[in-house]
């Protein structure tokens, strides 16, 4: 995670970034206990975020739970008794579920706004059907909030209409 967090302390605008990685993150997060056929009806962020966690079969078997490098490492290594290396395992998926569903709890995803900021990216200009749709919901908030005069809105919006 720490990269994550490094990505975005810069003095460069990140925050159109911040869609896209952020569902990235729970995505490789979720996959290490939830059922694929979960996570693959999910297809965009907000309904990613919305996955019920609470439902146990959402999971998967614990024999399939895909435990990071280090701490398979970490479990081959220890001299323990198989009873012992079961609980490291299941603490382990705890703590990942537990920072999923901070995440799910905290994340930024929830919001419109946020997630229409992915289209001021030009990689989504060019390959995102409905680019022009989410970035006149970036503009309209921002005539709400008084950022930008209604021209500088309608104008802005023009500039996109031809994506």
Known sequence: MSSYLKQFQRDNPMLPFVPEILESLIRRLMKIFIRKTVIDEADTAYSLI???????????????????????????????SNTKKLKFEVECAALVKGTVEKLQEKSPLKYLFVRSLSSLLPKNMVESKNCTRKFEKVVDRLYTANHVSSKEADNAKLQVSWL
């Open 50 to 80: 919305k996955i019920d966690l609470q439902k146990r079969e959402n999971y998967l078997p614990h024999e399939l739970v895909k435990l990071p490098t280090a701490s398979k490492s970490s479990l081959s290594s220890l001299q323990a």
